[in-house]
């Protein structure tokens, strides 16, 4: 066993920097983890009887943390082939030890064994400088002679006391059923006795994979899951046992592993806030940056995108050149071809009646242009006379989601995701492509197929991890300047897992300013806002639309610019450079929610703090049957400072105390229906 003296002479071998803002330690008498950045302090035991404890989680300036309750939390649950680790699992430590990670993180790894040896647990727990927030990753071997197979894992599995208070929990929707079903609503509820909070996330789930609670004294948690297969999550509060538990588990898992293979759980993530349920997506957002999201390889990012789809599938070279020379005068910066570009779903070459020139020569001109190439990929389909299903008919999954008249093929059978990659890296290095831009009808398919390569009931795993993640991991290993934009025919795969491997996100689909506004709103709890972005259809512009897209990541135009009057491209044009001198104040900011939920009836608000400047970005929207004025109060900025009030369009301007925007306001007037502002705060210096 590595006891405390070990701990401190590894952590003497680390840079200076690193160790000044990261205590770990282990007491070897009480086999106690004491985990500290500079901010939060996580703790966990070992206990005599060998149970492996949580115990806190708690800031180190002041405020409640959580802690463990009476019985105990523990963190490992796992069901395979008659056995189950859980709280009456009792293990013994094999090792532990301390390393720095990348993004300048530190790791601690705590390696245990059950007492009979079946298996081995391998549990990475990280911390970065600055965040309230820990992320936890677990890995099992099997030790058996025989294989076992494995039927319940849990991503997350924590209990806190409740400390007398009451609770409300926050969950986001995902867009499902065509924004009919869910459309990014925030849902929050009151934890009650027997009415958990029930998640369902994932990959043609209903929620985003994100859970902040918060109780009566404004101290809060919030829990993240990186897994873009379908999980169940609950949050629920049982006042008997005076206890809060939180639970995520796959929806479905039927994994075998031979003596000596591992089965590595979806990475997850438990931090603390506190204050309302914008300062719990912030420190999410904040932690979700440093340490799990995919950097943009461009300083520009986020783009301003064209992309064809408004043409639907009746796209050619003659008309894509054209559209290529007006985006590119209007400052577009990247310019993606939507479906339509190959004979059909799933035949990844270029149609040669569309084409004659082949798409190579679309993207050298685009590129001479000064635009990056972009273009539709839905890697998880194919029509069913295209030649890989009439060699391969047995690669359909056992459930077929209908992507544009196609079929759906299995990514959890290792041929297909090997023939994917291979035409995912023909088609980049062929077409010199520099964004992909993925579709389809569910990215992870169910298939219960037994001539597959993957068990019948694993497909929702397999499909994820060893499927997606996979062939998106394996292209990035080799193409890393290429970016990846998530899409699921639509924001239906709202994700953490996807934070790690795309720069950017759809959220609500091709859709109109108000129901993209609605989008924005909820999605900008769980993700920062460059996974927020939109597509903007319109032909005929004013503010109010060009400013309903512009708050977020990529603003992606989506139609056809010949058809454009001159006045709506002279209009395009200057949005673009406004959209562009606002892109990285927005990117950075903190964004509060100003105002309810957009609907039609109201004036609706939606604002970007910047900390490091103490300046505000106020986006402010009239619908048609909204009242023509509203008051606003300011957020974030410090009561005590002097600002500037400044608006895009009004010559109006205000020199206002901190104090008086935050408790009185701004008055703003939208005399005409269907308008926009934009409003600047700005402290004196």
Known sequence: ??????????????????????DFGYDSRERRWTLRNDVIEAQLRLSGEGYFLFEHLRPLHGGDGFTAPPGGSYPIRLGLSGVRYD??????????????????????????????????????LDLYAGQPAIRASLRFRNLREQSVRITEAGILSMMFADKGRTYRSLHVNQWWGGGVGGNFEPMQRNLQPGLPSILFTGAYGHHCTWLAIRDSADSGLFAGWEFDGRALAVADHDREARRIELRVDPETLGRSLSQ?????????????????????AYVTQRFVEKAIAQPASDSRFPYVVWDSWDYDLFINETILRRNAEIAASLGIEMFVVDLGWSPRIGDWRADPRKFPSGIRALSNYVHSLGMKFGIHFALAEAEADSPVLLRNPDWRSSENYHYFGADSICLAHRPVREWVLAEA??????????WILQDGENMVKHCSKTTHTHD??????????????????QVKSRHPKVEWENCSNGGSMMTYSMTRRY???????NSGPMTTRQAIYGASYPFSARYLDRYMPDTRLNHYITRSYMFGGPWIFMNKLPEMRQQDLELAASEIRLYK?????????????????????????????????????????????????????????NRRETYTVRFQDSTMRLTMSGAALLDE??????????????IYVDRDR
Do not use: C
């Open 260 to 280: 000596g293979q591992e089965f590595t759980f979806p990475s997850a993530f438990v931090g603390l806030f506190r204050g309302d349920w914008d300062e719990a």
């Open 456 to 473: 019948p009931d694993d497909s929702n795993y397999t499909g994820a991890v060893d499927g997606l993640n996979w062939i998106v991991d």
């Open 581 to 637: 001198s606002l892109r990285q104040r927005i990117n950075n900011g903190k964004v509060f929610h100003l105002t309810a939920r957009p609907a039609e009836n109201r004036i609706d608000a939606i604002e970007s703090y910047h900390p490091e400047t103490d300046s505000a970005v106020v986006f402010v929207y009239r619908p048609g049957a909204a009242p023509a004025s509203r008051t606003l109060r300011i957020r974030g900025i």
């Open 665 to 678: 306001g701004i008055r703003i007037e939208l005399g005409v229906p269907y308008s926009a502002e934009i």
């Open 87 to 124: 709280e009456g699992t009792q293990y013994r430590l094999v090792t532990h030890a301390r390393r720095e990670i990348q993004r300048g993180g530190a790791r601690y790894s705590i390696v245990l064994e059950d007492l009979v040896r079946r298996g081995r647990f391998f549990l990475d």
């Open 425 to 434: 890296l023909r088609m980049i290095e062929e077409f010199d492509v520099d």
């Open 503 to 509: 720069v950017t996100s759809i959220n609500a689909d």
């Open 1 to 22: 066993m590595i006891g405390s003296t070990y701990i401190l002479l590894f952590a003497g071998m680390l840079a200076a920097p690193a160790a000044a803002q990261f």
